[in-house]
Protein backbone atom coordinates (compact mmCIF):
# COMPACT_ATOMS: atom_id res chain seq x y z
CA UNK A 1 0.00 0.00 0.00
CA UNK A 2 3.05 2.04 0.44
CA UNK A 3 4.18 2.16 -3.06
CA UNK A 4 0.39 2.92 -4.11
CA UNK A 5 0.50 5.87 -1.85
CA UNK A 6 4.02 6.70 -3.24
CA UNK A 7 2.61 6.80 -7.16
CA UNK A 8 0.09 9.29 -6.43
CA UNK A 9 1.42 11.11 -3.68
CA UNK A 10 2.82 14.08 -5.94
CA UNK A 11 -1.01 14.39 -7.25
CA UNK A 12 -1.36 16.37 -3.72
CA UNK A 13 0.83 19.32 -3.39
CA UNK A 14 1.04 19.65 0.65
CA UNK A 15 2.13 16.99 2.79
CA UNK A 16 -0.63 17.48 4.92
CA UNK A 17 -3.28 16.74 2.11
CA UNK A 18 -1.11 13.15 1.18
CA UNK A 19 -1.37 12.49 5.18
CA UNK A 20 -5.43 12.75 5.18
CA UNK A 21 -5.46 10.70 1.93
CA UNK A 22 -3.94 8.06 2.66
CA UNK A 23 -5.56 7.81 6.43
CA UNK A 24 -9.06 7.76 3.92
CA UNK A 25 -8.07 5.14 1.79
CA UNK A 26 -7.07 3.08 5.44
CA UNK A 27 -10.19 3.78 6.70
CA UNK A 28 -11.95 2.52 3.44
CA UNK A 29 -10.52 -0.60 4.02
CA UNK A 30 -10.63 -0.83 7.60
CA UNK A 31 -13.23 -3.15 9.41
CA UNK A 32 -15.56 0.04 10.23
CA UNK A 33 -18.78 -0.40 11.00
CA UNK A 34 -19.98 2.86 8.85
CA UNK A 35 -17.34 4.50 6.92
CA UNK A 36 -18.40 7.81 6.99
CA UNK A 37 -16.28 10.93 8.04
CA UNK A 38 -16.50 10.95 11.85
CA UNK A 39 -16.23 6.76 11.93
CA UNK A 40 -13.16 7.07 9.14
CA UNK A 41 -11.65 10.08 11.57
CA UNK A 42 -11.96 8.10 14.83
CA UNK A 43 -10.33 5.11 12.74
CA UNK A 44 -7.64 7.55 12.22
CA UNK A 45 -7.13 8.89 15.75
CA UNK A 46 -8.51 12.28 14.39
CA UNK A 47 -10.21 14.15 16.98
CA UNK A 48 -12.76 15.75 14.66
CA UNK A 49 -13.69 15.14 11.01
CA UNK A 50 -13.04 18.17 9.72
CA UNK A 51 -9.67 16.85 8.24
CA UNK A 52 -11.24 14.07 6.01
CA UNK A 53 -14.40 16.65 4.81
CA UNK A 54 -11.70 18.91 3.75
CA UNK A 55 -10.07 16.34 1.59
CA UNK A 56 -13.33 15.83 -0.14
CA UNK A 57 -14.84 19.25 -0.39
CA UNK A 58 -12.19 22.12 -0.09
CA UNK A 59 -8.71 20.63 -1.01
CA UNK A 60 -7.24 21.42 -4.38
CA UNK A 61 -6.72 18.08 -6.45
CA UNK A 62 -7.93 16.77 -9.07
CA UNK A 63 -10.05 12.85 -8.71
CA UNK A 64 -9.42 12.84 -12.99
CA UNK A 65 -5.50 12.31 -12.17
CA UNK A 66 -5.69 9.60 -9.44
CA UNK A 67 -8.33 7.67 -11.76
CA UNK A 68 -5.72 8.11 -14.82
CA UNK A 69 -3.04 6.69 -12.10
CA UNK A 70 -5.62 3.74 -11.22
CA UNK A 71 -5.52 2.39 -14.70
CA UNK A 72 -1.64 2.39 -14.57
CA UNK A 73 -1.88 0.70 -11.46
CA UNK A 74 -4.40 -1.78 -12.78
CA UNK A 75 -2.57 -2.74 -15.51
CA UNK A 76 0.30 -2.80 -13.90
CA UNK A 77 -1.30 -5.34 -11.63
CA UNK A 78 -4.02 -7.24 -13.34
CA UNK A 79 -3.78 -6.57 -17.06
CA UNK A 80 -3.30 -9.30 -19.94
CA UNK A 81 -3.77 -8.93 -23.35
CA UNK A 82 -6.78 -10.38 -23.53
CA UNK A 83 -8.44 -8.19 -20.96
CA UNK A 84 -12.33 -7.13 -20.78
CA UNK A 85 -13.53 -3.71 -20.66
CA UNK A 86 -17.03 -3.57 -18.88
CA UNK A 87 -19.84 -1.01 -18.77
CA UNK A 88 -22.57 -0.64 -16.33
CA UNK A 89 -24.34 1.89 -14.40
CA UNK A 90 -25.19 1.66 -10.32
CA UNK A 91 -27.67 3.61 -8.04
CA UNK A 92 -26.60 5.40 -4.63
CA UNK A 93 -29.90 5.43 -2.71
CA UNK A 94 -30.11 9.09 -0.96
CA UNK A 95 -32.22 11.65 0.57
CA UNK A 96 -32.98 14.82 -0.38
CA UNK A 97 -32.86 16.74 -3.55
CA UNK A 98 -29.44 18.86 -3.13
CA UNK A 99 -27.46 15.73 -3.65
CA UNK A 100 -25.99 16.40 -7.46
CA UNK A 101 -28.08 14.36 -9.65
CA UNK A 102 -30.17 12.94 -7.40
CA UNK A 103 -34.10 12.37 -8.16
CA UNK A 104 -36.51 9.78 -8.37
CA UNK A 105 -35.03 7.47 -11.49
CA UNK A 106 -34.75 3.97 -11.58
CA UNK A 107 -31.64 1.74 -10.07
CA UNK A 108 -30.89 -1.39 -11.02
CA UNK A 109 -29.18 -1.47 -7.90
CA UNK A 110 -32.74 -1.65 -5.81
CA UNK A 111 -34.71 -3.02 -9.35
CA UNK A 112 -37.53 -0.32 -8.95
CA UNK A 113 -37.32 3.47 -9.09
CA UNK A 114 -35.87 5.48 -5.80
CA UNK A 115 -34.45 8.49 -5.14
CA UNK A 116 -31.05 8.35 -6.00
CA UNK A 117 -28.12 9.11 -7.56
CA UNK A 118 -26.98 7.06 -10.96
CA UNK A 119 -23.32 6.53 -11.42
CA UNK A 120 -21.66 4.73 -14.87
CA UNK A 121 -18.45 2.64 -14.65
CA UNK A 122 -15.61 0.66 -16.10
CA UNK A 123 -14.44 -2.02 -15.10
CA UNK A 124 -11.71 -3.79 -16.24
CA UNK A 125 -11.80 -7.81 -15.73
CA UNK A 126 -8.62 -10.65 -16.50
CA UNK A 127 -7.67 -13.53 -15.37
CA UNK A 128 -5.89 -12.51 -12.87
CA UNK A 129 -8.89 -10.08 -11.24
CA UNK A 130 -11.14 -7.42 -11.76
CA UNK A 131 -11.78 -3.66 -10.83
CA UNK A 132 -13.32 -0.45 -11.36
CA UNK A 133 -11.00 1.91 -13.53
CA UNK A 134 -13.63 4.98 -14.50
CA UNK A 135 -17.11 6.76 -13.51
CA UNK A 136 -19.20 9.22 -14.64
CA UNK A 137 -21.94 10.50 -12.73
CA UNK A 138 -25.52 10.98 -14.59
CA UNK A 139 -26.90 13.89 -14.78
CA UNK A 140 -30.65 13.85 -15.45
CA UNK A 141 -31.81 16.56 -17.35
CA UNK A 142 -33.86 18.10 -14.18
CA UNK A 143 -30.57 19.32 -12.98
CA UNK A 144 -28.86 20.02 -15.80
CA UNK A 145 -31.71 22.85 -17.17
CA UNK A 146 -31.55 24.29 -13.88
CA UNK A 147 -28.01 26.11 -13.48
CA UNK A 148 -28.85 27.70 -10.12
CA UNK A 149 -29.19 24.14 -8.55
CA UNK A 150 -26.33 23.13 -10.47
CA UNK A 151 -24.08 26.11 -9.20
CA UNK A 152 -25.12 25.09 -5.63
CA UNK A 153 -23.76 21.41 -6.00
CA UNK A 154 -21.12 22.63 -7.19
CA UNK A 155 -21.11 21.42 -10.82
CA UNK A 156 -19.09 22.72 -13.61
CA UNK A 157 -21.07 25.27 -15.68
CA UNK A 158 -19.22 23.39 -18.81
CA UNK A 159 -21.00 20.07 -17.82
CA UNK A 160 -24.38 19.58 -20.05
CA UNK A 161 -26.62 16.66 -20.36
CA UNK A 162 -25.24 13.88 -21.56
CA UNK A 163 -26.74 10.37 -21.95
CA UNK A 164 -25.18 7.19 -20.00
CA UNK A 165 -24.33 5.76 -23.35
CA UNK A 166 -22.61 9.39 -24.05
CA UNK A 167 -20.38 8.84 -20.54
CA UNK A 168 -20.21 5.53 -21.78
CA UNK A 169 -18.13 6.11 -24.89
CA UNK A 170 -16.04 8.81 -23.27
CA UNK A 171 -15.27 6.71 -21.04
CA UNK A 172 -14.25 3.73 -23.49
CA UNK A 173 -12.04 6.27 -25.45
CA UNK A 174 -10.18 6.92 -22.19
CA UNK A 175 -9.46 3.16 -21.43
CA UNK A 176 -8.29 2.77 -25.37
CA UNK A 177 -6.10 5.60 -24.77
CA UNK A 178 -4.72 4.02 -21.13
CA UNK A 179 -1.97 1.82 -20.64
CA UNK A 180 -5.13 -1.06 -20.16
CA UNK A 181 -4.43 -3.74 -22.38
CA UNK A 182 -7.88 -4.07 -23.79
CA UNK A 183 -9.18 -6.73 -26.17
CA UNK A 184 -12.48 -6.90 -25.59
CA UNK A 185 -15.54 -4.25 -24.77
CA UNK A 186 -19.02 -6.01 -23.06
CA UNK A 187 -21.88 -4.28 -21.75
CA UNK A 188 -25.87 -4.84 -21.21
CA UNK A 189 -28.49 -4.64 -23.64
CA UNK A 190 -28.95 -0.49 -22.23
CA UNK A 191 -25.78 0.20 -23.89
CA UNK A 192 -25.63 -2.59 -26.58
CA UNK A 193 -28.78 -1.42 -28.33
CA UNK A 194 -27.42 2.27 -28.75
CA UNK A 195 -26.20 2.62 -32.43
CA UNK A 196 -23.33 5.49 -31.54
CA UNK A 197 -21.92 3.29 -28.97
CA UNK A 198 -21.50 0.19 -30.89
CA UNK A 199 -19.99 2.49 -34.03
CA UNK A 200 -17.45 3.84 -31.69
CA UNK A 201 -16.32 0.79 -31.13
CA UNK A 202 -15.97 -0.23 -34.75
CA UNK A 203 -14.21 2.79 -35.21
CA UNK A 204 -11.69 1.65 -32.45
CA UNK A 205 -11.41 -1.79 -33.98
CA UNK A 206 -11.92 -2.94 -30.17
CA UNK A 207 -13.75 -6.48 -30.13
CA UNK A 208 -17.10 -6.38 -28.41
CA UNK A 209 -20.14 -8.49 -26.86
CA UNK A 210 -23.05 -6.43 -26.29
CA UNK A 211 -26.33 -7.56 -25.46
CA UNK A 212 -29.51 -6.23 -27.07
CA UNK A 213 -33.48 -6.36 -27.52
CA UNK A 214 -34.84 -9.63 -29.59
CA UNK A 215 -36.50 -6.95 -30.96
CA UNK A 216 -33.06 -5.46 -32.59
CA UNK A 217 -32.23 -5.62 -36.49
CA UNK A 218 -28.92 -6.90 -37.54
CA UNK A 219 -27.22 -6.40 -40.44
CA UNK A 220 -28.77 -7.52 -43.44
CA UNK A 221 -30.82 -9.24 -41.24
CA UNK A 222 -34.53 -9.96 -39.89
CA UNK A 223 -35.35 -9.01 -36.00
CA UNK A 224 -33.03 -11.17 -33.63
CA UNK A 225 -35.26 -13.15 -32.23
CA UNK A 226 -37.06 -14.13 -35.51
CA UNK A 227 -32.91 -15.31 -36.58
CA UNK A 228 -32.84 -17.35 -33.65
CA UNK A 229 -36.11 -19.28 -33.89
CA UNK A 230 -35.06 -20.11 -37.13
CA UNK A 231 -32.04 -22.37 -35.59
CA UNK A 232 -32.29 -26.15 -35.52
CA UNK A 233 -31.78 -27.94 -31.70
CA UNK A 234 -28.04 -29.12 -32.66
CA UNK A 235 -27.50 -25.61 -33.05
CA UNK A 236 -27.66 -24.99 -29.36
CA UNK A 237 -24.46 -26.04 -27.55
CA UNK A 238 -24.09 -26.87 -23.46
CA UNK A 239 -21.47 -24.24 -22.28
CA UNK A 240 -20.44 -22.36 -18.96
CA UNK A 241 -19.93 -18.82 -19.02
CA UNK A 242 -18.02 -18.79 -15.59
CA UNK A 243 -18.24 -19.22 -12.15
CA UNK A 244 -21.14 -17.62 -10.20
CA UNK A 245 -21.92 -17.56 -6.29
CA UNK A 246 -23.92 -20.94 -7.13
CA UNK A 247 -20.76 -22.33 -9.35
CA UNK A 248 -20.99 -22.78 -12.89
CA UNK A 249 -23.27 -20.41 -14.61
CA UNK A 250 -23.86 -23.15 -17.88
CA UNK A 251 -26.48 -22.30 -20.68
CA UNK A 252 -27.32 -23.38 -24.04
CA UNK A 253 -25.65 -21.41 -26.65
CA UNK A 254 -25.81 -20.68 -30.22
CA UNK A 255 -24.24 -18.66 -32.29
CA UNK A 256 -24.53 -17.23 -36.17
CA UNK A 257 -22.52 -15.31 -38.60
CA UNK A 258 -23.77 -12.51 -39.29
CA UNK A 259 -23.33 -10.64 -43.46
CA UNK A 260 -19.82 -8.95 -43.31
CA UNK A 261 -20.17 -4.85 -43.55
CA UNK A 262 -17.78 -3.51 -45.67
CA UNK A 263 -17.01 -0.32 -44.24
CA UNK A 264 -15.50 -2.37 -41.09
CA UNK A 265 -15.12 -5.95 -41.71
CA UNK A 266 -12.70 -5.72 -44.95
CA UNK A 267 -9.48 -4.35 -44.88
CA UNK A 268 -8.81 -3.47 -49.09
CA UNK A 269 -10.80 -6.68 -50.41
CA UNK A 270 -9.60 -9.06 -47.70
CA UNK A 271 -11.93 -9.41 -44.67
CA UNK A 272 -10.63 -9.25 -41.65
CA UNK A 273 -13.29 -9.49 -38.83
CA UNK A 274 -16.30 -11.48 -38.44
CA UNK A 275 -19.38 -10.71 -37.47
CA UNK A 276 -22.08 -12.74 -35.14
CA UNK A 277 -24.84 -12.98 -33.36
CA UNK A 278 -25.16 -15.18 -30.24
CA UNK A 279 -28.07 -16.18 -28.15
CA UNK A 280 -28.21 -17.36 -24.66
CA UNK A 281 -31.12 -19.70 -23.49
CA UNK A 282 -31.95 -20.56 -20.28
CA UNK A 283 -32.05 -24.66 -19.50
CA UNK A 284 -34.48 -24.94 -16.82
CA UNK A 285 -36.23 -22.71 -19.13
CA UNK A 286 -35.68 -22.75 -22.82
CA UNK A 287 -38.31 -20.06 -23.80
CA UNK A 288 -36.32 -17.51 -22.11
CA UNK A 289 -33.51 -16.69 -24.43
CA UNK A 290 -30.72 -13.60 -24.78
CA UNK A 291 -29.03 -12.03 -27.88
CA UNK A 292 -26.23 -10.48 -28.45
CA UNK A 293 -23.79 -9.42 -31.79
CA UNK A 294 -20.54 -9.99 -31.56
CA UNK A 295 -17.23 -12.03 -33.52
CA UNK A 296 -14.88 -14.49 -33.05
CA UNK A 297 -15.17 -18.47 -32.01
CA UNK A 298 -18.62 -19.31 -29.83
CA UNK A 299 -16.52 -20.38 -27.10
CA UNK A 300 -14.68 -16.98 -26.70
CA UNK A 301 -17.62 -14.95 -27.10
CA UNK A 302 -19.22 -17.21 -24.41
CA UNK A 303 -16.49 -16.32 -22.33
CA UNK A 304 -16.27 -12.56 -22.94
CA UNK A 305 -20.26 -12.67 -22.40
CA UNK A 306 -19.53 -14.19 -19.35
CA UNK A 307 -17.09 -11.44 -17.52
CA UNK A 308 -19.78 -8.92 -18.12
CA UNK A 309 -21.07 -10.29 -14.68
CA UNK A 310 -17.34 -9.53 -13.05
CA UNK A 311 -18.31 -5.51 -12.54
CA UNK A 312 -21.47 -6.66 -10.54
CA UNK A 313 -18.63 -8.34 -8.07
CA UNK A 314 -16.85 -5.40 -8.50
CA UNK A 315 -19.57 -3.63 -7.11
CA UNK A 316 -20.84 -5.56 -4.86
CA UNK A 317 -17.02 -5.91 -3.46
CA UNK A 318 -16.34 -1.70 -3.82
CA UNK A 319 -19.82 -1.36 -1.43
CA UNK A 320 -19.40 -3.83 1.07
CA UNK A 321 -15.97 -3.51 1.74
CA UNK A 322 -14.68 -0.04 0.50
CA UNK A 323 -17.64 2.48 1.55
CA UNK A 324 -18.12 3.00 -2.13
CA UNK A 325 -21.74 4.06 -1.27
CA UNK A 326 -21.40 5.19 2.31
CA UNK A 327 -20.58 8.85 1.28
CA UNK A 328 -22.21 11.99 2.57
CA UNK A 329 -20.93 14.54 0.02
CA UNK A 330 -23.34 16.20 -1.57
CA UNK A 331 -21.47 18.19 -4.11
CA UNK A 332 -19.91 17.14 -7.57
CA UNK A 333 -16.32 17.09 -6.86
CA UNK A 334 -16.97 15.43 -3.27
CA UNK A 335 -18.68 12.70 -5.17
CA UNK A 336 -15.88 12.14 -7.90
CA UNK A 337 -13.17 12.51 -4.65
CA UNK A 338 -14.67 10.25 -2.86
CA UNK A 339 -16.09 7.32 -5.59
CA UNK A 340 -12.25 7.61 -6.80
CA UNK A 341 -10.63 6.79 -3.67
CA UNK A 342 -12.90 4.04 -3.12
CA UNK A 343 -12.25 2.66 -6.42
CA UNK A 344 -8.54 3.09 -5.56
CA UNK A 345 -9.19 0.99 -2.57
CA UNK A 346 -10.57 -1.67 -4.08
CA UNK A 347 -8.49 -1.85 -6.80
CA UNK A 348 -5.60 -2.57 -4.00
CA UNK A 349 -8.11 -5.06 -2.79
CA UNK A 350 -8.12 -6.96 -6.36
CA UNK A 351 -3.90 -6.36 -6.54
CA UNK A 352 -3.63 -7.79 -3.36
CA UNK A 353 -5.92 -11.44 -3.72
CA UNK A 354 -4.22 -11.69 -6.81
CA UNK A 355 -0.60 -11.64 -5.65
CA UNK A 356 -1.81 -13.96 -2.49
CA UNK A 357 -3.43 -16.79 -4.91
CA UNK A 358 0.23 -16.78 -7.07
CA UNK A 359 1.81 -17.22 -3.61
CA UNK A 360 -0.94 -19.64 -3.09
CA UNK A 361 -1.21 -18.30 -0.09
CA UNK A 362 -5.04 -19.28 2.20
CA UNK A 363 -4.35 -17.59 4.81
CA UNK A 364 -2.17 -14.68 6.96
CA UNK A 365 -1.73 -12.62 10.12
CA UNK A 366 -1.35 -13.67 13.30
CA UNK A 367 -4.33 -15.85 15.65
CA UNK A 368 -6.62 -13.48 16.74
CA UNK A 369 -8.73 -14.14 20.07
CA UNK A 370 -9.31 -17.13 21.02
CA UNK A 371 -7.81 -18.84 17.95
CA UNK A 372 -9.58 -16.50 15.28
CA UNK A 373 -7.62 -16.89 12.21
CA UNK A 374 -7.89 -14.39 9.08
CA UNK A 375 -8.36 -16.53 5.68
CA UNK A 376 -9.25 -15.95 2.23
CA UNK A 377 -12.28 -17.00 0.08
CA UNK A 378 -12.32 -16.08 -3.46
CA UNK A 379 -11.16 -12.24 -3.63
CA UNK A 380 -11.66 -11.56 -0.20
CA UNK A 381 -10.75 -12.13 3.27
CA UNK A 382 -12.55 -12.98 6.51
CA UNK A 383 -11.92 -13.27 9.96
CA UNK A 384 -13.13 -16.92 10.98
CA UNK A 385 -13.82 -17.56 14.70
CA UNK A 386 -13.67 -20.87 16.07
CA UNK A 387 -17.05 -22.22 18.00
CA UNK A 388 -16.89 -23.02 21.73
CA UNK A 389 -14.60 -26.65 22.28
CA UNK A 390 -17.17 -29.44 23.40
Given at each position: MDDLFLAIGHRFGRVELRRRMRDYVRGLLAPVARKNSWQLAEQAGHRTPDGLQHLLAGSKWEPDDIRDDLQEYVAGKLGEDDGVLIIDDTGFIKKGVTSAGVQRQYSGTAGRTENCQIGVFAAYASARGRALVDRELYLPKSWTEDRERCRAARVPD??????????????????????????????????????????????????????????????????????????????????????????????????????????????????????????????????????????????????????RWAIEECFQAAKNECGLDEYEVRRYVGWYRHITLAMLAHAFLAATAHQAREKGVEQVGQPGPSGSQWRRFGDSWQLVVPGPRT
Amino acid sequence: MDDLFLAIGHRFGRVELRRRMRDYVRGLLAPVARKNSWQLAEQAGHRTPDGLQHLLAGSKWEPDDIRDDLQEYVAGKLGEDDGVLIIDDTGFIKKGVTSAGVQRQYSGTAGRTENCQIGVFAAYASARGRALVDRELYLPKSWTEDRERCRAARVPDEREFATKGELARHMVLRALASPLPITWVTADCAYGQDNRFRRLLEQSGVGYVLAVPKSQFSVGCSRIEVLFAQAPDEAWEKVSCGDGAKGPRVYHWAAVRLPAVAEFDYQGEVPHRMRWALARRSISKPDEIAYTPLQVTVRELVRVAGTRWAIEECFQAAKNECGLDEYEVRRYVGWYRHITLAMLAHAFLAATAHQAREKGVEQVGQPGPSGSQWRRFGDSWQLVVPGPRT
